[in-house]
């Protein structure tokens, strides 16, 4: 399969954690769509090290899990701290900066 | 599993699998990946949105072994399926479980405009890659020749060899600062075991609560438990399923009457037994 194909699966994958990130509201369901976006830029930047034939584009894509790893052991850290002052994980709720 | 291991290997120069078969592979992992990812932002329950979100993520990792990287598919399946994906179930079963999000929009039209923000980026994104052209791989190269393992780690610790060093202050600075945030402070004394010792004395209650159904006259869970004194105790009874009759419109003193009807039967049998074996029934 060329890797356009990949390249599409991967912006469309993209597009549905975006959609996913705008529409959730529930801290922990956004997290996992942002996930899912960083999933598709991977997969993204796999094809793109297949079609110029060197390995450079995973590497990218290797970092790119390494600081999902940080970004998710921090993100998650926080939502347990806000939701043990809120009691809630959705993001309605905290407001504070809004009045 | 010859097959398996071959997608492992990347095959050699990344991809030489069998055309057809790359294409078949393909279509099957997009089809499952895209319709999991769309379950995944419209299912309502937090852990069905992970299950999804591996589906997703194991697919991808096949997807990299197709691809001639092998070394990030067992990345993609130990890190992110492995690891992050657990976190994630930890933290939803910590809070996440019984917060059912919402359905109503606090934003007026939010899911409305959030679609059609998706469609316009899909847009954009598609024509923007339709017109670059992108060409098919060349077909042998001197990076896939080899092993990917050791291509992936050359180009690490040559090139790359300062963004390395520097994920590891990322990662010691993401542990420091995970710990940080987990950290909560003491507002009160530490109590002592002669502390709990006291306070439970002071309750006066000092054996655990009676467990349902313990000298009752069933054992079945909703039973009032028997205490030694003859009486019956509804702190046995599980709030849950008193609540669970409230929810399905029972009676929950309804079944108490059968069982005071049963009791009544029963004492009766008591009290022959008792003259069969000729004591007296010392209750």
């Known amino acids: 399969m060329s890797p356009a194909a990949y390249v599409f699966l991967s912006v469309i994958l993209f597009v549905i954690g975006a959609v996913g990130v705008l529409v959730r509201r529930n801290a922990i369901l956004i997290f996992m769509s942002v996930e899912l976006m960083l999933n598709a830029c991977n997969l993204a930047f796999v094809s793109f090290a297949r079609l110029q034939g060197n390995l450079d584009g995973q590497v990218v894509a290797f ?36 009045y | 599993m010859n097959h398996l291991l071959f997608l492992a290997n990347g095959g050699t120069g990344g991809t030489n699998l069998d055309p057809l078969y790359g294409k078949a592979m393909f279509w099957i992992l997009a089809v499952l990946a895209v319709s999991a990812a769309l379950a995944m932002i419209l299912v309502r329950q937090a852990v069905h949105c992970a299950l999804m979100l591996a589906v997703v993520m194991l697919s991808l990792s096949a997807m990299y072994a197709m691809q001639g990287a092998p070394f990030l598919a067992f990345v993609q399946v130990i890190v992110y399926t492995g690891a992050v994906l657990m976190l994630f179930l930890f933290v939803v079963m910590l809070i996440g479980v019984n917060s059912a999000e919402a359905l109503k929009e606090t934003i007026r039209g939010q899911r409305l405009w959030a679609a059609l923000a998706g469609i316009g980026l899909a847009a954009l994104l598609i024509v923007g890659i339709g017109h670059a052209s992108i060409g098919n791989p060349p077909a042998q190269t001197s990076a896939y020749s080899t092993d990917n393992l050791t291509g992936l780690a050359k180009l690490i610790f040559t090139t790359y060899v300062y963004p390395f060093e520097i994920t590891s202050a990322l990662l010691i600075t993401a542990a420091l600062g995970a710990m940080v945030l987990a950290h909560r402070e003491r507002s009160g004394p530490k109590l002592t075991q002669r502390d709990i010792a006291r306070r439970k004395i002071e309750s006066g209650q000092v054996a655990p609560e009676p467990p349902p159904g313990v000298y009752a006259l069933h054992n079945a869970v909703d039973m009032p438990a028997m205490l030694p004194d003859g009486t019956t105790t509804n702190r046995s009874v599980s709030g849950a399923i008193t609540q669970r009759d409230v929810d399905l419109h029972r009676d929950p003193e309804g079944n108490v009457l059968t069982d005071l009807a049963a009791e009544d039967r029963i004492k009766s049998e008591r009290a022959l037994e008792a003259g069969t074996l000729g004591r007296e029934e010392t209750q």
């Not at chain 1, 052991?73 to 994980?89: D, F, N, P, Q, W």
């Open chain 1, 63 to 98: 970092f790119v899990m390494v600081v999902a790893a940080a970004e998710v052991v921090v993100g998650l850290a926080i939502l347990m701290a806000i939701y043990r002052a809120r009691k809630s994980a959705s993001v309605d709720d905290a407001s504070l900066l809004k």
